[in-house]
C-alpha cells in the first residue's frame, strides 16, 4: 500500500552510507565526509535575452581556486568593531604634509597596528596543518596586503613589517601596489605572509566578510572611516570611526580571543602612541 516499512528504512540508510546522501535529500554533505554538491546548473542563458562571454583572467582563475577551498574548508566567522581614528587622521594628514612624495594612507597604520595584536595574540601569528592537528606558530611579522588589479585580486607581503617604521612601510606599500598593477609581482613577493589585510577603505562600504588566505588563521578587513555621533559619557561628539572586519578559523580562534584581539586593535589605532609600548 506504499507504506515505508522497517526494511526500507534499512535499505536507504544502508545506501546512504555506502553512497552518499542523494541529492534529494538536500544533504550536502556525504555520510563519509566530504562535498557532495549537486552539478553546477546549466543555463542557455541567451534563451532570456542578449548575451556575451568572457573568459575568466589567469588570475582570477587561480585565486578564484583557492578562494573556493578556503571558504569551503575553513568554518569562518568573522567579527566586527569600531576603531576610533580621529586623532590618528590628524597625526596622518601633519605626517602627510611633512612627506610629500610619501602617499601616507591609514593602510600603514593598520599594519602597525596588527603587528602588534600579532605580538600580544600569537595564535593569529599560525598556521594549522593539513591534518587539522597542528598548529605552527611564526615568530617573524610578515603582512599580505590585498590588491585589487585590473586582472583580479593579489597579495604581495610585507616582510618584516614589525622592523620598519611608518614612512618605510608607505613607501613599500607604494612600490608593491605598483608592481601588483604593472604585473610585475614574482612568487616570491607573494608567499610568507603570517596575517593578510585587505582595505576597501578607498572606496566605501561598511562591513565585509573577507575569505581567509590559507593557510594563515584569520584575514582583516577594512572599510572606509566616517563621521559618526559617539557617546562620550555627556554628550554626542563627532568622531572618525574606522570599521574593522575580522574574520578567523574558528578551528584556531576561539570568538572570545577574536573579540579580545578585535578591541586590541582598536585601542591601538585609537591611541597609536600604545605601538610604541
Ligand atoms: N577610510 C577612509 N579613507 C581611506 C581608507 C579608509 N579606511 N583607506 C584609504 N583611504 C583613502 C586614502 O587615504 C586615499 O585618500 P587620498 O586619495 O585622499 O589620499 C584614498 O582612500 C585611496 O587610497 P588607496 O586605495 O589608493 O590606498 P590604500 O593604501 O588605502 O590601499 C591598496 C592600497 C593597494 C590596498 C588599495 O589600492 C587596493 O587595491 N585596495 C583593494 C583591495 C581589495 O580589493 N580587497 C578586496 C579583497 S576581496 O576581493
Redesign the pocket.
Known amino acids: 500500500g506504499g507504506r515505508i516499512q522497517r526494511e526500507d528504512v534499512s535499505a536507504y540508510v544502508k545506501q546512504v552510507m555506502t553512497a552518499g546522501a542523494p541529492a534529494a535529500t538536500g544533504g550536502a554533505v556525504a555520510a563519509g565526509g566530504g562535498l557532495n554538491l549537486l552539478p553546477w546548473p546549466k543555463v542557455d542563458f541567451s534563451k532570456f535575452g542578449e548575451v556575451d562571454e568572457k573568459p575568466l583572467s589567469r588570475i582570477q582563475k587561480i585565486s578564484g581556486a583557492n578562494?573556493a577551498r578556503n571558504w569551503a574548508m575553513i568554518p569562518h566567522v568573522t567579527q566586527y568593531e569600531d576603531a576610533d581614528?580621529t586623532e590618528l587622521e590628524a597625526f596622518?594628514k601633519k605626517l602627510?604634509e611633512e612627506n610629500k612624495d610619501l602617499?601616507?594612507?591609514?593602510?600603514?597604520f593598520?599594519i602597525k597596528a596588527v603587528v602588534a595584536a600579532l605580538k600580544k595574540f600569537p595564535t593569529f601569528n599560525a598556521s594549522l596543518d593539513a591534518s587539522g592537528e597542528k598548529l605552527t606558530l611564526k615568530k617573524y611579522f610578515h603582512i599580505g596586503?590585498?590588491?585589487?588589479?585590473p586582472d583580479g585580486?593579489v597579495v604581495p607581503v610585507i616582510r618584516d613589517a614589525d622592523k620598519k617604521g611608518l614612512l618605510e612601510l608607505a613607501a613599500e606599500?607604494g612600490e608593491?601596489?605598483k608592481k601588483?598593477r604593472d604585473k610585475k609581482l614574482t612568487a616570491n613577493d607573494m608567499s610568507g605572509g603570517c596575517f593578510s589585510?585587505?582595505?576597501?577603505?578607498?572606496?566605501g562600504g561598511t562591513a565585509?566578510t573577507?575569505?581567509i588566505n590559507a593557510p594563515e588563521v584569520a584575514i582583516l578587513?577594512?572599510?572606509?572611516?566616517?563621521m559618526k555621533p559617539v557617546w562620550n559619557g555627556k554628550e554626542f561628539a563627532p568622531r572618525l570611526m574606522?570599521?574593522l572586519s575580522l574574520s578567523y578559523d574558528h578551528r584556531v580562534i576561539d570568538g572570545a580571543l577574536a573579540a579580545r584581539f578585535a578591541v586590541y586593535l582598536a585601542q591601538q589605532l585609537g591611541d597609536i602612541r600604545r605601538l610604541l609600548l
Open positions: 578562494l581614528i596622518r602627510g602617499k601616507i594612507t591609514p593602510l600603514v593598520q596586503i590585498a590588491v585589487d588589479t585580486l606599500l608593491i601596489s601588483a589585510i585587505s582595505s576597501l577603505g578607498g572606496i565585509f573577507p575569505i578587513g577594512v572599510s572606509k572611516a566616517q574606522l570599521p
